[in-house]
């Protein structure tokens, strides 16, 4: 492989460019059918509206008639020229329209009629955070935070008073609120770390507990309405058990209802519109999805997972709301990799599952030469299966033979480390001939709340020992060239990174790091900041604990940096400088240090971006920072 750095930056831009095509998307609401068209924010984007075909005959007003003849443009892009516009979301529930833009230093929220320009409410949010909120039939609900930026209040803003109003203020600085969207109507469900949180609006006191994790652990937890009952379904376990339990809460009634489930049932994610409930789950006989009725959910007519259909889908799955035919259901369905598949799903029918409609992110990218494989890799340490996804580009489904390659890495908090289809960022290295590659190492949520268990607090050596463990097999294994294998990570990434860099100082060429966590030890040990009062879950409390401090103390990057000494590889490293979640001034530290060792690093930190590194959609600043990455892996 033999590409200038203008060839590796043009293809990154013009998979930048042309992926939101797909978003050349229609949604139809109650009567009306909404169109989104050259809808890549915040660039360009448009949203027209027009009376469904289907209701020709539907009685309307002349005036009404004399708008929707053809079709109306609802949004433009170009209708903000001083905001920098970042999400449009249509709500079909209480027919709102919301625009998230960017002015300042501040992200705004502006609520109006789904299809009229009037602002009916507006609120300001910092930079630090992309917005949390769900709207009620009255007001918006959503989550403040501290000037350090600590989420930490529950606020409401009704459209007719037009005042913020903090309605539960979370005092514990070891707790921060979360937000948990369900499509409830005029209900929000919030969690801090051991309690979950129903929002009313409809209450005269609108914030009650409803579970504390005395009670058992939440893995899952949604909310559905059915027959004009709300209802929330807590999936939980007890302590060091395998077996879930599910409880049903009745929020207009109050109260608890139990499903029968069985023994050694792992469920891993799990989701509700409004007819069915869809999850996925691990028995016996592996990894299974299926879909289940929640009406006979309800009236406990059924053994939960026993009763659910089969779904044999492959990929990322998930339900999609239709509010104007509860008959049918649809899922939307990502092969990993770049085709969006359109299901419905209708159990009256001989054959319940129906494609139909099937695209691809990038309309010109040739597909049939995108391959994706998953490995599992055996575990030195204690011989665990460790699951590796592998992607390339070729002319057939042969493996690719000692080729440029970039892992991806991430392992904690369990957070998977994918989620649907590959962003244009990967597609663009996988176009230019990089094997691209991402370690679904401990930690992480790819295998369900206990694989992340298994690699947090004093397990966290399992996750960096099975990140290199997958580095070493796709060496071994004749994938990628001995000297051409570079690592891309962020954030709690950069823990995982940086003990690998101790580890095996040159097993990579290069590395790319975005806003990583890089001194846990001292962090934690000194509270330096307000994550570290909340993240004890995660990494443990060495300042009361001698144990977890000399374990954090034995893989953290900035105590053990010595040993990356003499390493030849190449670090770029991006940070935003208004980010609280994690100290710039250690990374610079850290960088210092090796620099002092012989490794070479740069390091740009961004004026107007937070965490992560790079202003939101800008486009040239990652293109950049990305080719200067990429042409470092192949250059001599």
Known sequence: MIYSKEKIASTIQSCLLDYKKVYNHKIQINDYIYSFEDWKLPYSGSITVQLSDTNKDLIITESERSHFKKSKLLFDVRFHPNKQVVKVILDPVHLFRTMISISSSNYIIEVMELNSEKVMSTVLTSLDRFPVFELHKDRIVFISNTEDGRPNKISEKNFKQLKEKVCYYENRSTHQLKLIKTSLSNRSLFKNNVEYLLFSSEEKNPVKVIWSKKSGRIDHIIGFTKDSIDYILFVCRKEKSVNHKLILYNCNGKKYQIIP?????????????????????????????????????????????????????????????????????????????????????????PERLVLVKNKQCIPNLNVKKLHRKIFYVASVFDGMKIPLTIYWKGDSKQLPIKQPGIIYVYGSYGSREQKGNLDPMMIAMIELGFVYCIAHVRGGGYLGEKWHRMGKTLNKWNTIHDFLDCCHYLIDEGIVATDRLSLISSSAGGIVAGASLNEEPNLFKSILLASPFIDPFNTMLYKRDYLSHMEVAEWGDPSTDLKIRKYIHSYSPMQNVKKAKGSKTNLFVVCGENDKQISNEDVKSWLHKLKELGVTSHLEIHPKASHGGLPQGDIQALTKILADFLYSVISE
């Open 261 to 349: 489930t069985r023994k050694n049932i792992s469920i891993i994610t799990i989701e509700a519109n409004h007819t069915y409930i869809f999850l996925r789950y691990f028995n016996e006989n592996g990894l299974n999805s299926g879909i289940i009725s929640i009406e006979n959910l309800v009236n406990a007519k059924i053994e939960f997972i026993e009763d659910t259909f089969s779904i044999a889908l492959q990929g990322d799955v998930h339900l999609c709301q239709n509010t104007n035919d509860e008959s049918v259901t649809y899922l939307c369905c990502e092969d990993g990799c770049v085709s969006n598949m359109l299901y419905s799903y209708n159990p009256n029918l």
